[in-house]
């Protein structure tokens, strides 16, 4: 190996040591030596049983189910969306083959030949088109006495309009079938596929702050439990502790690199004499670049704070428990779940409970099936169970007393989300805390968004022609999602998934507002359609904008993807040049799998399609071979470029499905009505056997829905075939629009004030039956141990004590040095001398099933 990439190769640390724990630790591989075929993930760094890296090639999509379920519900959504889209556009192909020569189409390019551009032109006397109402065209349309108006074929599309209407039809019952029926079954039958931590697990986020005692949680959860609660953790209010000594950590490394290799970073003596011996050297410091001696101080002051925040008495701020049965969740889910003014006025519901202790509810009593037609079509079989009340030591004891804590405290009590989707150092966060984030970052979205706008119209006016204005959105669509990032570091999350949908939503619409509204809005609304004739140099005609950026879906954006620059960086660059063994692993750590980057690549792609799809017909197949080329490098950067992202569960899938999906259809709708209202894009109308000013463009004139009624009486543009369209498509968004309304009233405004006063928990699919201490060893079961996660650091960091803890439940195993050097805990008790008297990190318990807990959930006969 050259001296020039290798520099350390003897006596350094080893190069094929940081690729073996890429491909074992970083990758995800599964184990071959049982049956190849069963896809079964190993463990990170798994070595004892034999291993492959999944194929890429090999690997079926439900297989991918070991990355989680989120993952699975993306890569099954790029591929129904990619045949969706290409279903669409065979539906659209007749009115291509009319777009394509409609017109002489003499100086248009074959990519756009088959959009709406019309180059075909006739000069007409026109007076107040070149008077009063020159603002309103482009200066080369008119000569000061003449306007161009465009003389393509605007009479024989209502056939090939029918099917392009008949396709946006097809997309509503498909949409509105696969992703609002199918799709939430696919859900269901995931989620009975594989059994995960959540499955048995609750959250409880108002603890009293001195219930901290876990054995006392134990008790009143297990009253609602046939074999009681296995596995419990309660997170204290210690957010700023576990941030200093992760400093602490980082710092202590870029000390480490300062000083020689023997260096025992654990011994401070060690550390203070070497620190004095190298300092000699730091005959300049500099604001950003501190020396050795510079950054031994930072730590100590840092100890300092350490020692203080660990004398700090620390409350509770949620509890997470894992009950040992799906049973025994499900029922103090029902028993304990109550509306939010209930939990707000501390007060029990007792209207649900029937002759005192019980309470009847109705779930589903069978698991659901994708591949047969008619368990997908039908409801699901709803079973009736009872749910008896335990009774207290004191016989006269209430209903209030059972499911009240401590007999006083209403909890506010629901399903908790997968262990690694959990942000434990945002738990403690207030409300106020979190408005103020999502205010202050909502006003740079705007400004940032804004400035794109401009930068983006200033170059399509200075660069007409050109493709400064693509490569600017396609540049900045690739970077976006750092800097979203970046201001959405300044909100508060208590889970990943809703950081995620967060920075989705702001990915997403400046995506949308990027690629697609701020084109149309820059564009001259006769440029839509229309160039100069006879010149190849076309004047900004919308088409010539809109292809490009859903061209460089399919093959810049994935190149860029596939590239990895920053990681090939790492791996080639920095890593042949680190001091050691850990330091050279730390540049193998691979990029995380972003759901939320991969989602809106998706909703981009969809929403600029269908929102140009009646001018740009062929973006439907332009969509579908994105949207493949999207599936495909996902996969290969999933399996051999990337580490796996923590499983959000169903969140991102249902964001898109119930909002940026649907809002994608509403707005082709919507767009396609008013794309068909305004041919033939020229504002010249004949008006008593005289050509005059015009306004064709309904949009501008807020004119809605833009029906041919509307156009003025006398100076009707439309041909008869047109105006049926434009009819269709404008009758169809006011529909849409509506049920769009509806949709959003039924399931967004209703059951939020539904659980202002009511329970709304309702569990998804049936009771597997299947023991948690059963499959607690498995690789997709995780406990709710609270860690951070670092990109600085190899593994995460432990931030509580794992006494008699299950070390399968962690989620993650270190096989050359084990949990200790992990741990945060260690840390604290370094710098302290010893272990505080009261809790100052996160307590974790666990406990074998009491299986001889009695009975308190009855089933009774199904009942109509």
Known sequence: MHRWYYPAQEGGPSLEAAWDHYEHVTLARYFTDEDPQAFVRAPHGEKERKTELYPLWGT??????????????????????????ALAGVFNTPIMIYFWNYGTMDGVDSTVRASAICDTTEWVACESCNTEYA?????????????????????????????????SILLLVLFGFAFFWVQRKAEIVFDEEVQTASDYSIEIRNPPPDAID???????????????????????????????????RKLLRKLSRKLPLDTAMTDDDAIATTVMEAGKNDWISLPFFPGAKQQYSAIQNLEKEIKGLLQRDYRAVAVFATFETERGQRDALHALSTGKLNVWWNRINTSRFTRGNKLIIRESSASSSLWDLAQVLKEDEMETRVIHLPQLEDSGSSVEKVLMFRGRQVLNVKEACEPSDVRWQDLESSTRVQLAGYIGTTFGMIVFVSWS???????????????????FITITNVIVPLICDFINSFESHSTEGQRQTSLFAKIALFRWFNSAIVLSIISHFIETISVEDGNEVQKGSLAYKVYPVIFAEMFLTPLILMMDVVENFRKHILAPRARDQEEMNSYFTGTQFELVERYTDATKVMFVALFFSSILPEAFFLAAAALLMQYIVAKFCLLRLWRASPDIGFRLSRLSRNYFFSASLVAHMVMSAYWWSGFPYDNVCEDNGEYVYCNQNFFAARIFPPLPRFQPEGMEWMSDSQEMLTSLYGWTSLVVIIMALFAVLYQVVLPTIKSLFFATYEPDGADQGIDFS???????????IPQIRDPDFLHPLLACELLDIDEDLVGWNDPVRGFHPHNLVNDAYQIMGGRPLQPVFSIVRQWTPDAESKQKVLPEPVMS
């Open 60 to 85: 079926p999509t439900k297989e991918l189910m070991d990355f989680g379920i989120s993952v699975r519900m993306y890569f099954s959504t790029l591929l129904v969306l990619a045949g969706f889209m």
């Open 135 to 167: 603002a309103e065209y482009p200066e080369y349309r008119l000569d000061g006495k003449n306007v161009r108006r465009n003389t393509c074929n605007f009479e024989d599309w209502l056939v090939p309009g029918l099917w392009s209407y008949a396709a």
């Open 214 to 248: 876990p054995e006392e949680w134990r008790a009143f959860l297990g009253r609602f439990s046939q074999k009681g609660v296995t596995h419990l953790t309660i997170a204290l209010d210690n957010a700023k502790l576990v941030a200093a000594l992760v400093k602490r």
């Open 453 to 471: 706008g401009i930068f983006v119209h200033r170059l399509v006016k200075q660069h007409p022609g050109t493709l400064y204005a693509t490569m």
């Open 774 to 784: 059963s499959v607690k060893h498995l690789q997709e079961m995780h406990g709710y």
